[in-house]
């Protein structure tokens, strides 16, 4: 996916907060994280621009040591774009005026920079249904993925039991996204664990997704 952008020098990577130890809006603003292609320095300045425009971003780095989920997300950008920097945020809530909040507020800072900032939202889709029940689940998340619709994302998932860890960070790209003048969304690639594994019985939904 990372492959069809032009990966720009600073992005923000958004997360769920799978431990549920730490802040529900954690942040991390110095530093930098190891991946197997090197180390990855969070963008101090683009950090400290966040916290002082939502306030309900807090310093946390224990909300991250444990989360996986950021850290797959860093060799993809570091091999695309050799000198990235990043902010990450890791999401311990799915309220959606929160979510809607932090959204605007990564959308009021983008706008204020000359230079382009890529929104990174990692999360996985259904989870531990059987294929066909998965796949079905996904469609319809997808489906307001694909048109945009952060809010009935947010009332699809939550209203219809759909095991998507990956809600609070769609949910706050595709706001961001949408402030930002936004106007589609390309599905890359869509599987389940299934197609590798060969098990269908207990499975977990990917899904690609590029916003422009």
């Excluded at 954690?26 to 969070?42: H, K, N, Y």
């Excluded at 945020?89 to 009021?108: F, H, K, N, P, V």
């Excluded at 689940?137 to 039991?161: S, W």
Aim: glycine share 8%; hydrophobic share 45%.
């Amino acid at each position: 996916m990372f492959a069809r952008l032009e990966i720009p020098p600073r992005c923000i990577v958004l997360c769920p907060n799978h431990t549920g130890v730490g802040r529900p809006l954690a942040i991390m603003s110095e530093g930098a994280w190891q991946t197997p292609l090197g180390d990855v320095p969070i963008n101090a300045e683009l950090a400290t621009a966040l916290k002082q425009r939502l306030p309900a971003l807090q310093e946390d780095p224990t909300a991250h040591r444990a989360e996986h989920a950021i850290e797959v997300e860093l060799p993809f950008l570091l091999a695309c774009q050799p000198g990235v920097t990043f902010v990450p945020i890791a999401l311990g809530t799915i309220q959606l005026e929160i979510l809607e909040q932090l959204g605007a507020a990564l959308a009021d800072v983008i706008a204020a920079e000359s230079d382009p900032i890529l929104i990174v939202s990692s999360g996985d889709m259904n989870h531990y249904e059987s294929d066909i029940i998965t796949r079905t689940k996904d469609q319809r998340a997808l489906e307001r993925i694909l048109t945009l619709d952060p809010c009935g994302l947010h009332e699809v998932v939550t209203q219809q039991n759909i095991s998507m860890c990956g809600l609070g960070p769609a949910v706050t790209m595709l706001t961001a996204a949408r402030r930002l003048g936004a106007t589609s969304a390309e599905l890359v690639k869509y599987a389940t664990s299934a197609d590798i594994s060969g098990d269908r019985e207990r499975v977990v939904g990917y899904a690609g997704v590029v916003v422009r």
